[in-house]
T-cell receptor, first 112, second 114 residues
Framework: DQQVKQNSPSLSVQEGRISILNCDYTNSMFDYFLWYKKYPAEGPTFLISISSIKDKNEDGRFTVFLNKSAKHLSLHIVPSQPGDSAVYFC???????????FGAGTILRVKS | DSGVTQTPKHLITATGQRVTLRCSPR?????VYWYQQSLDQGLQFLIQ???????AKGNILERFSAQQFPDLHSELNLSSLELGDSALYFC?????????????FGSGTRLTVV
């Protein structure tokens, strides 16, 4: 039962353009959503998060949008840089201190 | 350096064997989580410990077990290993600074069963 889904296994964009990574979830109890970035041979690192009481959160070039009615969130990276090439995982949590449920990840390649 | 230390980084072993993966959480963190990442798979939650007590269990096989010690380090024991157990195993920890959400991962242990 995949509660968090990232339906695009990979995405390729040109340097300087926008990268949009999508994530869908099924569990209505999720109240906090996070994006992690993972480089090869490293563990995932936290990128940005959003609470279910918000619909948008920005941090520099990264913006996460949450559409609760559609159970959908997206990560926008503008402008994309070659160093952004990595695997991006969407994750969700249902309540304080609970485990994170991860999607399968999307491989982002930013071409220079 | 994330502050979460996992050893060993790489492990190659034969089917039927038993291995122990070790995790030292970030200083002060009471919660430890174990995840498995198989080829082309996302991060699958295995088990969570909080201050020595098991708090949540995911799809962890009966051949696998874990514990968290009084010094808060954790070990994941994998026994009767099968080829399909080959994967990356990540440990993560969380504490008060995470304000209840999200955690910090170690760099993982790559297990290869031959």
């Amino acid at each position: 039962d995949q509660q968090v889904k990232q339906n695009s296994p990979s995405l390729s964009v040109q340097e300087g353009r926008i990268s949009i990574l999508n994530c869908d979830y099924t569990n209505s109890m999720f109240d906090y959503f996070l994006w992690y970035k993972k480089y090869p041979a490293e563990g995932p690192t936290f990128l940005i998060s959003i609470s279910s009481i918000k619909d948008k959160n920005e941090d520099g070039r990264f913006t996460v949008f949450l559409n609760k009615s559609a159970k959908h969130l997206s990560l926008h990276i503008v402008p994309s840089q070659p160093g952004d090439s990595a695997v991006y995982f969407c994750a969700a949590s249902a309540g304080y201190g609970n485990k994170l449920v991860f999607g399968a990840g999307t491989i982002l390649r930013v071409k220079s | 350096d994330s502050g979460v230390t996992q050893t060993p980084k790489h492990l190659i072993t034969a089917t039927g064997q038993r291995v122990t993966l070790r995790c030292s959480p970030r200083s002060g963190d009471l919660s430890v989580y174990w995840y498995q990442q198989s080829l082309d798979q996302g991060l699958q939650f295995l088990i969570q410990y909080y201050n020595g007590e098991e708090r949540a269990k995911g799809n962890i096989l009966e051949r696998f077990s874990a514990q968290q010690f009084p010094d808060l380090h954790s070990e994941l024991n994998l026994s009767s290993l099968e080829l399909g157990d080959s994967a990356l195993y990540f440990c993560a920890s969380s504490g008060a600074q995470d304000r209840g959400y999200g955690y910090t991962f170690g760099s993982g242990t790559r297990l290869t069963v031959v």
